[in-house]
């Protein structure tokens, strides 16, 4: 589960589907807009000044997008899913060292068994709402 | 590179999660949250002629409206949030945040805002009217007049001091941090700083730098802000560690998570004057906000998209495993909620809708639907661990559940549905008075739902009582030192 | 940078706060630099319609006037009308009532002029009084709409004026009786009466005839 897994053929495609349909309705609803509304401001006095924010956020967001091809060119992002991996291996690991640390309590715990504990340290648990507390 | 992290990481248990600490978060949470529900009950039953208690200077409806909204806002969230921070980000970074006893005083000054606000609002006005000595003063006692910072201005320097507090707290460990940052880790650093620039600008420029339509560019700013940097990231924060930990399986992609992140960095900040469309702020501006706001709407979509790819392959742990299902609950309407935002911040939409229950039901189904669920469910899942006892009843739990997002779903889609009637009534021409007792069957309805989820509060308050009376019977022992499992029994 | 914190904390919490600030904020700061903020008493100084009701105040309530504010003189005024704002906020009356007309939803006709950024342009509008939702009727072209007693008695109790009512009642700005505001209530009516009381399409009633009575007459 942890292990890295080589990101496959059909996953590939499922996130370029999905890219495909986030991007084409947005950049086709996007583009529609902008040329009705320019055609509404068309001779308006103010018509400069109406398209100024949208030129302004696309000038803007095409910056960040250079400045984030700039990091992808230079070896950022290359190892991009490690850090899921390992935030949930050293969570592994806290609730082991907690159970570990708490192994000699249970005695005054009469529902906590060792091998329990090690078993749920492992698996972080929720309160299963069909099965109840004994 | 992690093992030396491990290594460097406090060996006692204790050290690292402080407990008691993130128990007392929420239990300050929980009371400013009942406080919250009474009080939006008070103008809920005001609005369909059934409040009781009228003409009572200390009861008046209008000043609880705003205990209503800052309550939930400063009360609960804030209150839940700094909790849950208190366990995610050491466990997170492997290192404890940066003073004990600094995260004590930040608990206890923040009940003193929170309650101080709360005064201001209610006893101020009174005080100021009756006291010879303070009826001079210039500037008021109580609240201030800015939506969502109704803090009485005296208070204000206060609450921005504690925040710049729970940033240096919180940085110290995330700064230690070595590597690539987990996404979760990218959404709090950016919410301690939008949160505290967020509070600074809203809550003083439009009070002692500028008046008049400006000033409500500001304040638009500030209303979205507040939600869209500090409850927005800290929420979904959040998320992107509960959910992979709780569903024991990493997100579906952390890149996309990277997109989610800073395609709300860029466009949540732009959105701030679509609160106030059509007013006197230059039309070109309320265009811009409006189209930010549909491209946040996209960036959204991503997020949905990642959180429901975690997902596949587990869809029966929303029937087992209850955080889980208010975390998709809450999902689930977040979409609907940001949906209800692209339609609804569009010149269209808004020509109609503007000032109506439409918005009050939108503003429900975030503040309650989306973010308080997922507290929730953060609480659900956490208190077994922090007091080492199981729930008293899985069963009122499961009641908890289902009286509020119930509730929830007919509170915003009668709202939402009131709204539009209101809308055409005001079109029409017809008199105030159409609208107001047209709206009363809605109000009416609002009413029960907001008794369903009061109600599903009480199983969860009362069920906690029995939880903690349960934890004090276990054990006499230190809480750190007791078993760390919610269930043990299957 | 990306990866790191110092692209979060530079590029996306500084960064990106500071170009929505300068786009959203800064932009209508420097465009209405030139329209100077008016001072509550340059308001008053100016404005005969609020003049005329402040001096009504006075006749109809003479001894609770004469208590709290003097002669009806266009200082006491001015502190009348600081006065009423601060209790119009801190009695949580913006969350229900809103303070702009727009240019939809047939708004002009049923209040008057839309509102344009100079009506803000003013000490009393800061923080900016835009309003919220409207449980209750838009009120930037309340003033010289209603009588000052029949402000009195509505905020006494919302009901002997507007059956359907849902509004609180405001006891504690009387003395016992509507007909006895106290210096807050004086204020309050006070504030309201000003609010429009600067157009000359001053008072503008609302044009609305119900269908019954047009149908009547024809």
Redesign the interface.
Same mark, same amino acid.
């Given at each position: 589960m942890i292990a890295q897994q080589p990101v496959r053929r059909a996953n590939r495609l499922l996130m370029l589907l999905l890219a495909l349909a986030v991007l084409l309705p947005s950049l086709y609803g996007f583009g529609s807009k902008f040329v009705e509304f320019i055609a509404l401001y068309r001779g308006d006095v103010d018509g400069v000044f109406a398209i100024t924010p949208i030129v302004n956020y696309l000038l803007a967001s095409l910056g960040f997008l250079c400045l984030f091809g700039w990091a992808v060119w230079h070896g950022m992002f290359r190892d991009i899913e490690r850090p899921k991996q390992t935030m949930l291996e050293n969570e592994c690991w806290l609730d082991q060292r907690e159970a570990s640390a708490l192994a000699g309590d249970r005695e005054s715990r009469p529902w906590t068994s060792a091998a329990k504990l090690r078993d749920a340290a492992l698996e972080p648990y929720a309160i299963r709402s069909r099965h109840g507390r004994s | 590179m992690?093992d030396t992290q491990?290594a460097t990481t406090p060996v006692?248990?204790d050290l690292?999660v402080d407990r008691r600490l993130v128990a007392s978060y929420f239990v300050a949470a929980l009371v400013f949250m009942g406080i919250s529900l009474l009080a939006g009950m008070l103008m809920a039953l005001?609005?369909?002629?059934w409040?009781p208690l009228?003409?009572i200077?200390l009861l008046?409806?209008?000043?609880w409206? @705003?205990i209503h909204t800052n309550a939930i806002a400063y009360g609960f969230l804030a209150n839940a949030f700094l909790g849950a921070l208190h366990w995610a980000v050491p466990?997170?970074t492997?290192r404890p945040v940066l003073s004990q006893s600094l995260s004590w005083f930040i608990f206890a000054a923040w009940q003193f805002v929170v309650l101080a606000t709360a005064l201001g609002?209610v006893v101020?006005?009174?005080l100021q009217?009756n006291v010879p000595a303070l009826?001079n003063l210039?500037w008021?006692l109580?609240?201030?007049?800015?939506?969502w910072g109704e803090t009485p201005t005296w208070i204000d320097p206060l609450a921005l001091a504690g925040l710049l507090l729970v940033a240096v707290n919180f940085m110290a460990p995330? @700064?230690q941090a070595t590597?690539?940052?987990?996404?979760?880790l990218?959404y709090f650093?950016?919410a301690?700083?939008?949160t505290f620039?967020?509070y600074a600008?809203g809550n003083f420029?439009?009070?002692y730098a500028?008046?008049?339509? =400006?000033?409500?560019?500001?304040?638009?700013?500030f209303i979205h802000d507040l939600v869209g940097?500090f409850v927005t990231p800290l929420g979904w924060g959040l998320m992107y560690?509960f959910v %992979?930990?709780?569903l024991?399986? %990493?997100?579906w992609?952390?890149?996309l998570s990277?997109v989610g992140?800073?395609g709300l960095?860029?466009f949540y900040?732009?959105n701030?004057?679509h609160h106030?469309l059509?007013?006197?702020?230059?039309?070109?501006?309320q265009?811009?906000?409006i189209? =930010?706001t549909?491209a946040v709407e996209?960036v959204v979509?991503?997020v949905i998209?990642n959180f429901f790819a975690t997902l596949r392959g587990s869809g029966r742990e929303i029937?087992?495993?209850?955080?889980?299902r208010w975390f998709y609950t809450g999902m689930v309407y977040y979409a609907l909620t940001c949906l209800q935002c692209a339609m609804q911040t569009t010149l269209t939409f808004? &020509?109609?809708i503007?000032?109506?229950?439409w918005?009050?039901g939108h503003a429900h189904l975030v503040m309650f639907g989306v973010f308080s669920m997922w507290l929730m469910g953060i609480m659900?899942?956490l208190f077994?661990r922090l007091w080492?006892t199981?729930?008293y009843s899985?069963?009122l739990?499961?009641w908890h559940y289902w009286l509020s997002a119930g509730g929830m779903l007919v509170m915003a889609t009668d709202l939402i549905l009131g709204g539009v009637f209101q809308?055409f009534y005001?079109?029409s021409?017809?008199?105030?008075?159409v609208s107001?007792?047209g709206s009363q069957p809605f109000?009416i309805v609002r009413v029960f739902a907001g008794l369903a989820i009061l109600g599903g509060q009480i199983c969860f308050f009362y069920n906690l009582y029995m939880t903690w009376r349960e934890s004090r019977a276990?054990?006499a022992?230190p809480l750190e030192? &007791? &078993?760390?499992?919610?269930?043990?029994?299957? | 940078m990306f990866e790191g914190k110092s692209g979060v904390l530079l590029v996306g919490g500084l960064g990106f706060f500071a170009f929505a600030f300068l786009s959203n904020a800064v932009v209508p700061m420097l465009m209405y630099r030139d329209l100077p903020e008016q001072t509550t008493a340059e308001l008053v100084a100016k404005n005969s319609n609020l003049m005329y009701q402040f001096e009504e105040l006075s006749y109809r309530y003479p001894e609770q006037f004469k208590q709290h504010f003097g002669e009806p003189t266009t200082d006491q005024c001015a502190e009348a009308l600081r006065l009423g704002r601060q209790i119009y906020v801190s009695e949580g009356c913006w969350h229900c009532h809103s303070q702009f007309v727009r240019p939809v939803s047939r708004e002009e006709d049923r209040w008057g002029p839309v509102s344009a950024t100079w009506e803000y342009q003013n000490e009393l509008q800061r923080p900016v009084m835009f309003g919220t939702r409207r449980v209750g009727p838009d009120l930037c072209r309340e003033g010289g709409r209603r009588s000052n007693d029949w402000h009195a008695a509505h905020f006494y109790r919302p009901k002997l004026t507007s059956a359907a009512s849902p509004m609180p009642e405001y006891p504690w700005l009387f003395d016992g009786a509507p007909d006895k505001p106290n210096r807050r209530g004086l204020a309050l009516i006070t504030y309201v009466q000003w609010l429009g009381s600067w157009l000359e399409s001053y008072p503008d009633y609302e044009a609305y005839q119900p269908l019954a009575e047009r149908l009547k007459e024809k």
């Open positions: - | 992690i491990r006692a248990d690292l005001q609005l369909v002629h409040n009228r003409g200077e008046s409806p209008g000043r409206r @705003m466990r997170l492997l609002i101020g006005p009174t009217a009826q210039r008021s109580g609240a201030q007049g800015l939506e995330i @700064m590597g690539p940052l987990y996404v979760t990218w650093l950016a301690f700083v939008w620039l967020t600008m420029l439009p009070q500028l008046a008049g339509t =400006s000033a409500g560019a500001v304040g638009g700013l940097l560690y %992979p930990i709780l024991r399986k %990493p997100m992609s952390h890149a990277l992140f800073w960095a860029f900040p732009l701030g004057i106030f059509y007013t006197p702020i230059p039309m070109f501006l265009h811009g906000a189209i =930010s549909v996209m979509l991503t998209i029937v087992t495993n209850l955080p889980i808004q &020509a109609l503007h000032f109506t229950d918005v009050v659900t899942y077994p080492h199981p729930w899985p069963a739990c499961e809308g005001w079109a021409l017809a008199p105030w008075e107001v007792d109000w276990l054990g022992r030192a &007791a &078993a760390p499992l919610g269930t043990a029994a299957n | -």
